[in-house]
């Protein structure tokens, strides 16, 4: 990342570079110029700062290449206008960075953000190809599925013409004898009900026993005929529910 073109103004010096106090104390750097002249002895700051000369301006101006902080050093009106002066001048410097910082990570968001559309413009413009191609794709397989069904239903009516009359002629009679037969089976169905519902008639009209030996004289010879010849009808019925329904 590039730096602050004012950013060096708050780095340590070379060696050679530092200020030394009268007291020996050593300034590396104009954060600590500012820390010094806070506790700094009235003292050592009137040997460094006087109608003489300003240490501390000519050390700003050589050692930080900065003409504009020196020459406002030089004009300070005593050592808490001096500090007021680097102070603002370090906050100034620290304010440049981070806007620096914020304008050159808004480029750099800016490029990954016109990255990312280029990329989003570029899968776009594939998927348009694809569904174009699936598009087509699905419109020749649509156009050959209706040209086979038109063959097909072509081919279903010649079957249909082809198919000889007597195939015809064998359906119509084999429906027939099935109609046929279930017509005879309700009938015989029919009749069968109408014995069992005589038989019952009968039976329900049979006397108790108190006039069973009264009634005796009934049981004649065609009376019992008649049961015979019932039974042997439920029989038969069974007989063809068996063959036509089994």
């Known amino acids: 990342m590039a730096k602050n073109k004012d950013e060096g103004v708050l780095l340590n010096r070379l060696p050679v570079n530092f200020f030394t106090l009268l007291d020996g104390k050593k300034i590396k750097n104009l954060v600590e110029l500012a820390d010094s002249l806070k506790t700094m002895p009235n003292a050592v700051f009137g040997y460094h700062v006087n109608f003489q000369k300003n240490d501390f301006s000519e050390w700003v101006r050589t050692a930080f290449k900065d003409n504009e902080l020196a020459d406002d050093i030089s004009k300070a009106e005593g050592k808490n206008d001096m500090i007021k002066l680097v102070e603002a001048r370090i906050s100034e410097v620290k304010q440049n960075i981070i806007k620096e910082r914020e304008e050159e990570e808004r480029l750099k968001q800016k490029k990954v953000n016109n990255a990312i559309e280029k990329e989003k413009a570029k899968r776009k413009e594939e998927l348009k190809k694809k569904l174009q191609k699936k598009k087509s794709n699905l419109k020749k397989q649509t156009k050959q599925n209706k040209k086979y069904s038109r063959k097909q239903d072509k081919k279903a009516v010649k079957d249909r013409h082809s198919m000889a009359p007597k195939e015809f002629k064998e359906i119509l009679e084999k429906e027939k004898l099935i109609f046929e037969k279930e017509r005879e ?29 009264k009634q005796n004289s009934l049981f004649s010879k065609d009376f019992i005929q008649g049961i015979v010849a019932g039974i042997l009808l439920i029989a038969l019925g069974l007989v063809i529910y068996w063959k036509f329904f089994l």
């Open 185 to 213: 089976i309700d009938f015989r169905e029919k009749k069968i009900q109408e014995i069992e519902e005589r038989i019952e008639e009968k039976l329900m009209d049979m006397p108790n026993k108190e006039d069973i030996k």
